[in-house]
Structures are given as structure tokens and as C-alpha cells.
């Protein structure tokens, strides 16, 4: 049975159904293996025993089904953290909400759809940060040395008098590694360019976490991005009077999305601001997520 209407044909495992349930006549015992996509039958005694297959396809219903809620609509089912901490974790739950555009734009769009929650979805696991970002979803481009979706994180470019090392990956993920850039003497500066486009519309926010040092001063920290409508350029800088000392303060970070019809590149600059105290600005980026 699919969705209580009966069938002959069982969905293949690419099929965008779950498995419900099975029962079978003259007390056979029957589990469903969704890892196989199996049944196995036990305690078998007499021929002409028939088993009946229940699958569920792709949707709301199949969704509460899952993480085992009684939510009636998504601004119900949004409104109780526990159905939140059920579908982050739970497999199924996530493959249904990449795979069902009607629903997900419908969990976006809710009201209950906080930064707070979009971050359970960036922090889930259960699927590959390439299925999130394919989906949609909240997910991380780079991560400790890795570059999660596409080669994020590929191209250089290069401004007047670079005098040391080009950007690179280095180390691995259990050291804590980064994508670092480098710029010497004054006025110097190195870009690095997204190696891929991203898809603004179905993102609000841009966050990525570094450090900015030279031998003057030195700030970590995590600086957000909000993907404005219909806005051609937005930027951010890391550095700030607050944060810097005056030896330092033309030092700065700035990362910038050029938007073109919804799809952009991001763009990190790092440069040396020209101070006689710094020799070599380093910007090391450790994360970064968009949600």
C-alpha cells in the first residue's frame, strides 16, 4: 500500500517514499530492513501467507510520521523544539524536507523559522553539507581545512606588491586547519574569489569565522552576512576601531557578495593597510556557513 491505496508495485529505495509498517496473516512476523531495503520474515508456518507493505510518500505526513509528532501544519509543528531536535537528527526527516520543495519553502518562510532553529538545520549531520546546500538548506561552504560544497574555495587573485605566500589550504580538520591568505608591505592585498556561485535567494545570512592578525594586533571572531534584496553589493569589515589599535587600524578584512540576478560570488580581501609597524597582515577562515 502506498499512502492506504493499494498496489502491486513496492517503491525502489530512490523512490521518494518511507517505510510505515507490514503485517502479515497466519501470525508470521515480518521487520523491514530500510537500510537493504528488505523484509524479513520469521515464524513462516504456513504457505499462502500474505504480507501487506504500507509506504508513505515525500510530504507533511510523512514528516510528523517520522519523528513521531502530532503537529497538524508546519506553524504547529515549528512551534515545538522537540519536533525540531527529532528532524535535524533523524535522516529520513532531513532527506524528506531536501526533497519536497513545497515543504521546505514552507519551513523557510515560517515565522518560527529563527536564526536559532536555522542553525539546528546548519549543525544536522545527517546529511552531506553538498545534499544541504543542493536542498537549499543551511549548511557549511568551508570547514577546518575542508572545502565542503564544489571547491568553494579555489580561486586567487592578487593586488600590488604581494610579497609572500598565495592562499592555500593547509593541515587537516583535527588540527584545527584553515584557508590562509597572506599580504606584505604597504598597500598590499590578496583576494580570494568563490570558486562557485551561490544561490541568495534561498539564504539570509552569511557567516564566517577567522582571525585577522599582523604583529600589531590580532582579532577572532565571527562577522555575519545579511543577503539584502535587490541590493548589488554587500560587505562587511572585521575590523573595527573598537577591536584594533591605531598602529593597525588600516589593516582590515572585508568580504563582499556581488549579486547578479540572485547568483554571486563571495569575495575575501585581505589587506595591509600601509603602517610602518606591520609587516605581514594573515587572515586565517576557519568557517563558512550560510543559512
Known amino acids: 500500500m502506498i499512502d492506504e491505496k493499494n498496489t502491486t508495485k513496492i517503491p525502489t529505495k530512490q523512490d521518494?517514499?518511507?517505510?510505515?509498517?507490514?503485517?502479515?496473516?497466519?501470525?508470521?512476523?515480518?521487520?523491514?530492513?530500510k537500510d537493504t531495503w528488505s523484509l524479513s520474515i520469521n515464524n513462516l508456518t504456513m504457505s499462502g501467507t500474505t504480507c501487506t507493505?504500507?509506504?508513505?510518500?515525500?510530504?507533511?505526513?510523512?514528516?510528523?510520521?517520522?519523528?513521531?509528532?502530532?503537529?497538524?501544519?508546519v506553524e504547529e509543528l515549528m512551534s515545538n523544539?522537540?519536533?525540531?531536535?527529532?528532524?535535524?537528527?533523524?535522516?529520513?526527516?532531513?532527506?524528506?524536507?531536501?526533497?519536497?520543495?513545497?515543504?521546505?519553502?514552507?519551513?523557510?518562510n515560517s515565522e518560527k523559522y529563527t536564526t536559532a532553529l536555522?542553525?539546528?538545520?546548519?549543525?544536522?549531520?545527517?546529511?552531506?553539507?553538498?545534499?544541504?546546500?543542493?536542498?537549499?538548506?543551511?549548511?557549511?561552504?568551508?570547514k577546518n581545512g575542508k572545502n565542503i560544497v564544489?571547491?568553494?574555495?579555489?580561486?586567487?587573485?592578487?593586488?600590488?606588491?604581494?610579497?609572500?605566500?598565495?592562499?592555500?589550504?593547509t593541515g587537516s580538520k583535527e588540527t584545527g586547519s584553515s584557508y590562509s591568505m597572506y599580504a606584505s608591505y604597504g598597500n598590499s592585498y590578496v583576494t580570494a574569489i568563490s570558486n562557485k556561485k551561490l544561490n541568495t535567494k534561498n539564504y539570509?545570512?552569511?557567516?564566517?569565522?577567522?582571525?585577522?592578525?599582523s604583529n600589531a594586533s590580532n582579532l577572532t571572531g565571527t562577522n555575519t552576512l545579511g543577503f539584502g534584496e535587490n541590493q548589488e553589493i554587500n560587505s562587511f569589515q572585521i575590523s573595527n576601531s573598537e577591536?584594533?589599535?591605531?598602529?593597525?587600524?588600516?589593516?582590515?578584512?572585508?568580504?563582499?557578495?556581488?549579486?547578479?540576478?540572485?547568483?554571486a560570488y563571495l569575495k575575501i580581501k585581505t589587506k595591509q593597510g600601509g603602517q610602518s609597524s606591520v609587516n605581514t597582515v594573515t587572515t586565517n577562515i576557519y568557517t563558512i556557513a550560510i543559512y
Open 118 to 142: 536555522a542553525k539546528k538545520f546548519l549543525n544536522s549531520t545527517v546529511l552531506t553539507e553538498e545534499e544541504k546546500y543542493n536542498a537549499g538548506l543551511p549548511c557549511y561552504l568551508y
Open 243 to 263: 577591536n584594533y589599535n591605531s598602529s593597525a587600524s588600516n589593516t582590515t578584512l572585508v568580504t563582499n557578495i556581488s549579486n547578479y540576478n540572485e547568483e
Open 204 to 213: 539570509k545570512y552569511l557567516e564566517m569565522y577567522s582571525n585577522h592578525s
Open 150 to 169: 564544489g571547491g568553494f574555495l579555489s580561486k586567487s587573485y592578487y593586488g600590488n606588491n604581494l610579497a609572500v605566500e598565495s592562499p592555500s589550504l
Open 53 to 73: 507493505l504500507s509506504f508513505m510518500k515525500y510530504g507533511f505526513e510523512s514528516l510528523v510520521f517520522v519523528i513521531q509528532s502530532d503537529a497538524k501544519n
Open 16 to 33: 521518494p517514499y518511507i517505510f510505515k509498517s507490514v503485517t502479515c496473516d497466519h501470525e508470521a512476523e515480518a521487520s523491514w530492513n
Open 81 to 108: 523544539n522537540t519536533n525540531i531536535e527529532n528532524i535535524v537528527k533523524n535522516e529520513d526527516a532531513m532527506k524528506i524536507i531536501a526533497s519536497e520543495e513545497n515543504l521546505r519553502n514552507e519551513i523557510l
